[in-house]
């Protein structure tokens, strides 16, 4: 019985190749478009993609183009090509900027550059481009049921770019003055990523980062600069805790605060 089950499930795999390939050689395109479309329901997103990369171009100006084109950019979107999908939902919303899939297509680009966001260590340009076109699709689709998942995946995707900006401004701080004044650096790079990314889970860690900066900046400078700089410090611990006084690094922060209040003289 195992013997001829396993016949029947080879001949059906071979029925089945033999109609991709069939598809693949046929000069109609409509029977193209019916085979992709069941490929696609059977989730045979390469052999859907693939036929409808030979027809998609065929199609344009007809009747039948714009399903074509968003049924490609989804074949690849579901194959976890966010690549392509993007370029070619991109493709769809912006010849039909009032087509029947353009509300899903700025989701789906955007949502799929999202799932195709790099490790924090590396470019971020995708992470960028990601929150660019979810935030075109929240500005042109303000009342969609898509609206709370992609207002959360830009969140996600600024934490992650508010991470880098700290992990960049820690490198500085880690520096200190080797070739010159790295705390100043950590500062600026801390404080940016603080005015871009107000809402992020990290603000905190880049505000406790900044006090340490200007309190190691100071420590180390030369003694007439020191008082001024003493000065900065304290301006900063003040700024700290009125915006975190029960944070985790209070007691780190009141120790900064002590030392840099007996260099400043009266």
Same mark, same amino acid.
């Given at each position: 019985?195992?013997?001829?089950?396993?016949?029947?499930?080879?001949?059906?795999?071979?029925?089945?190749?033999?109609?991709?390939?069939?598809?693949?050689?046929?000069?109609?395109?409509?029977?193209?478009?019916?085979?992709?479309?069941?490929?696609?329901?059977?989730?045979?997103?390469?052999?859907?993609?693939?036929?409808?990369?030979?027809?998609?171009?065929?199609?344009?100006?007809? !009747?039948?183009?714009?399903?074509?084109?968003?049924?490609?950019?989804?074949?690849?979107?579901?194959?976890?090509?966010?690549?392509?999908?993007?370029?070619?939902?991109?493709?769809?919303?912006?010849?039909?900027?009032?087509?029947?899939?353009?509300?899903?297509?700025?989701?789906?680009?955007?949502?799929?550059?999202?799932?195709?966001?790099?490790?924090?260590?590396?470019?971020?340009?995708?992470?960028?481009?990601?929150?660019?076109?979810?935030?075109?699709?929240?500005?042109?689709?303000?009342?969609?049921?898509?609206?709370?998942?992609?207002?959360?995946?830009?969140? !996600?995707?600024?934490?992650?770019?508010?991470?880098?900006?700290?992990?960049?401004?820690?490198?500085?701080?880690?520096?200190?003055?080797?070739?010159?004044?790295?705390?100043?650096?950590?500062? +600026?790079?801390?404080?940016?990523?603080?005015?871009?990314?107000?809402?992020?889970?990290?603000?905190?860690?880049?505000?406790?980062?900044?006090?340490?900066?200007?309190?190691?900046?100071?420590?180390?400078?030369?003694?007439?600069?020191?008082?001024?700089?003493?000065?900065?410090?304290?301006?900063?611990?003040?700024?700290? +805790?009125?915006?975190?006084?029960?944070?985790?690094?209070?007691?780190?922060?009141?120790?900064?605060?002590?030392?840099?209040?007996?260099?400043?003289?009266?």
């Amino acid at each position: 019985m195992r013997k001829y089950i396993i016949v029947f499930l080879a001949a059906i795999a071979m029925t089945a190749c033999g109609e991709y390939q069939k598809a693949q050689k046929s000069t109609d395109y409509d029977y193209k478009l019916d085979f992709a479309k069941r490929a696609f329901e059977q989730k045979k997103y390469v052999q859907s993609a693939t036929i409808l990369t030979d027809i998609v171009t065929v199609f344009k100006g007809t !009747e039948k183009a714009e399903d074509a084109l968003y049924l490609l950019a989804l074949s690849h979107y579901e194959n976890k090509d966010y690549v392509n999908s993007g370029a070619y939902f991109k493709t769809y919303y912006t010849r039909y900027p009032k087509g029947k899939y353009t509300e899903l297509a700025r989701y789906y680009c955007g949502y799929g550059y999202y799932l195709d966001s790099p490790e924090t260590q590396l470019d971020q340009s995708g992470t960028i481009k990601a929150i660019e076109e979810l935030q075109a699709f929240l500005d042109y689709f303000p009342r969609s049921d898509k609206v709370s998942i992609a207002q959360n995946a830009i969140f !996600e995707l600024q934490d992650k770019l508010t991470l880098k900006e700290l992990q960049n401004a820690q490198l500085y701080y880690n520096l200190g003055n080797y070739m010159g004044n790295n705390y100043e650096s950590a500062v +600026i790079v801390a404080k940016n990523a603080i005015k871009n990314y107000p809402y992020s889970r990290y603000k905190e860690d880049l505000e406790m980062l900044v006090l340490k900066s200007r309190y190691q900046e100071a420590s180390q400078s030369v003694e007439e600069k020191k008082t001024d700089r003493f000065r900065t410090v304290v301006d900063e611990y003040y700024s700290f +805790i009125n915006n975190y006084p029960d944070s985790p690094n209070r007691k780190e922060a009141d120790n900064i605060f002590k030392i840099a209040q007996s260099h400043i003289k009266d």
